[in-house]
């Protein structure tokens, strides 16, 4: 068969459009599936992540700003120790900082100057005040201002040489505001990855996908009459075995099913031959004698007073001419369905063949073995017997009359039967089914039909010089 080749196959009447009765594509399921995993995979890493980012920067800012602290404390008493106007160099330090409030603080936790936007009161001051005197380092924390309930950065420090103290409100908003963006970029990294790898993921099952998707659309129309193209084979390796296996089997299905086909025209040519064969033989053997029975039984009427003699022998005519009509319709009607397999049984209908064989070829040693359970069998599979047997003996009659050995084996089990058929003649090499059936060898193809339709099967082994051996499983 060519690559493309006219395939009769069984159709498919149920298929849909490539979704499943439970939901849509395999693509579509995989991808959701997958998006899950990966949501919950990206929200995971940005909390650890922001959670990491946020108590670095909380962790930085503190140490900065007490340094800062520490550092505009020293600047102040130095400007106070100069003689600067303390309200102004205040100002100024506060217009450097920017964004912050910086409050100087007596011993008892009294502002005595400020500067910057008010982000604290009065009794955040001393309360606060009174708890890093005591350790009296620089120290910042994290507060909630009294003012805006925003949360802010408040920094302490002593001041040298005095025994003042320096204290430093910052928006934590502020402080936080390059992190927010780092937070932003990295949330839009996580759900970049996310789609590109929902993309990949996309391109490896369309890779697999697209080979099944090929399949289910060459069988979805792999009709009756239809021509197949073989699928290409793409994909991964186990698709492109697949892949392979499918156009092998579908080759081979449309092979048989080609077989098949020109078995049935030549079946049907072959059963109209042998009803012309049949037509035939009764017209000119058959319906010859029965006329001139007639014909004879005529003159016989009239000779019966004249000539008595010659009536006698008229008789004896008419008694040797009936004696082979009936033999004629006798071997007719064992052709069409012997007598002896209805009324004996199987065992003694395939001795006869081999008795019938010995007759014909004077020197051929034709055995029968019959081993196993003798019991007799549904019509059917006896007449399915008988005929395998008959054609494989016809077969001998025919293409092997140089065997001088034939044995007939028939072993009947618990659960089914075997016959084998093997002479000793030289061979001829084991048949092609379909080569026979196209040349109109239809024996061998009735055989293989008959087993199969009891569901066994047959085998021919036949090499050139090695005989041939016909072997039939039936199941009971």
């Known amino acids: 068969m060519n690559e493309t080749a006219a395939a009769q196959l069984i159709p498919i009447t149920s298929m849909n459009d490539g979704r499943a009765a439970g939901g849509g594509t395999i693509r579509r399921q995989l991808i959701w599936a997958s998006l899950f995993p990966l949501a919950f995979f990206g929200l995971l890493s940005t909390l650890v992540i922001a959670s990491a980012l946020y108590a670095t920067t909380l962790d930085l800012v503190t140490q900065r700003n007490s340094a800062q602290a520490q550092a505009i404390a020293a600047q102040w008493a130095r400007a106070t120790l100069l003689g600067h106007p303390a309200s102004e160099t205040l100002q100024q330090i506060s217009a450097d900082v920017g964004t912050a409030q910086i409050l100087i603080v007596d011993n008892a936790g009294f502002a005595i100057s400020r500067a910057g936007p008010n982000l604290v009161d009065n009794s955040l001051v001393q309360t606060e005040t009174t708890k890093f005197k005591a350790q009296n380092t620089p120290r910042s924390f994290l507060a909630t201002s009294p003012v805006s309930g925003d949360q802010i950065i408040l920094s302490y420090s002593p001041v040298p040489g005095t025994d003042q103290a320096l204290l430093m409100a910052e928006p934590w908003s502020l402080v936080m505001a390059p992190a927010y963006y780092y937070q932003l970029m990295l949330v839009a990294l996580?759900?970049?990855?996310?789609?590109?790898?929902?993309?990949?993921?996309?391109?490896?099952?369309?890779?697999?996908?697209?080979?099944?998707?090929?399949?289910?659309?060459?069988?979805?129309?792999?009709?009756?009459?239809?021509?197949?193209?073989?699928?290409?084979?793409?994909?991964?390796?186990?698709?492109?075995?697949?892949?392979?296996?499918?156009?092998?089997?579908?080759?081979?299905?449309?092979?048989?099913?080609?077989?098949?086909?020109?078995?049935?025209?030549?079946?049907?040519?072959?059963?109209?031959?042998?009803?012309?064969?049949?037509?035939?033989?009764?017209?000119?053997?058959?319906?010859?004698?029965?006329?001139?029975?007639?014909?004879?039984?005529?003159?016989?009427?009239?000779?019966?007073?004249?000539?008595?003699?010659?009536?006698?022998?008229?008789?004896?005519?008419?008694?040797?001419?009936?004696?082979?009509?009936?033999?004629?319709?006798?071997?007719?009607?064992?052709?069409?369905?012997?007598?002896?397999?209805?009324?004996?049984?199987?065992?003694?209908?395939?001795?006869?063949?081999?008795?019938?064989?010995e007759g014909q070829l004077s020197h051929v040693h034709c055995t029968c073995e019959l081993t196993g359970v003798q019991r007799r069998l549904p019509p059917e599979m006896e007449l399915a017997v008988f005929r395998v047997a008959q054609e494989a003996l016809t077969n001998i009659r025919k293409h092997a009359q140089d065997a001088k050995s034939v044995n007939v084996s028939l072993e009947i089990c618990e659960d089914s039967i075997l016959l084998a058929v093997k002479d000793d003649g030289s061979g001829s090499g084991k048949p092609d089914l379909g080569t026979l059936v196209r040349t109109g060898h239809l024996g061998y193809a009735g055989m293989y039909e008959r087993a199969r339709l009891f569901g066994g099967t047959l085998e021919v082994d036949s090499a050139p010089g090695n005989g041939t051996m016909v072997r039939m499983n039936l199941p009971l």
């Open 190 to 357: 996580l759900t970049l990855g996310t789609i590109l790898s929902l993309v990949m993921l996309s391109a490896s099952v369309g890779r697999i996908i697209g080979p099944i998707a090929d399949l289910s659309r060459t069988a979805a129309h792999a009709v009756p009459g239809s021509i197949f193209h073989p699928v290409p084979e793409r994909g991964p390796i186990e698709l492109r075995l697949l892949t392979a296996s499918f156009n092998q089997m579908v080759i081979q299905l449309a092979e048989q099913q080609s077989t098949l086909r020109q078995y049935a025209q030549k079946a049907l040519l072959s059963q109209e031959e042998e009803r012309q064969r049949l037509s035939h033989e009764l017209h000119d053997g058959t319906v010859q004698n029965l006329v001139g029975l007639a014909q004879r039984l005529e003159l016989c009427s009239s000779e019966m007073e004249r000539d008595p003699v010659q009536a006698r022998q008229r008789l004896d005519e008419l008694r040797t001419l009936a004696q082979h009509t009936l033999n004629e319709v006798r071997n007719i009607s064992n052709a069409l369905r012997p007598p002896i397999l209805q009324d004996l049984g199987l065992s003694a209908a395939l001795q006869v063949l081999c008795d019938d064989l």
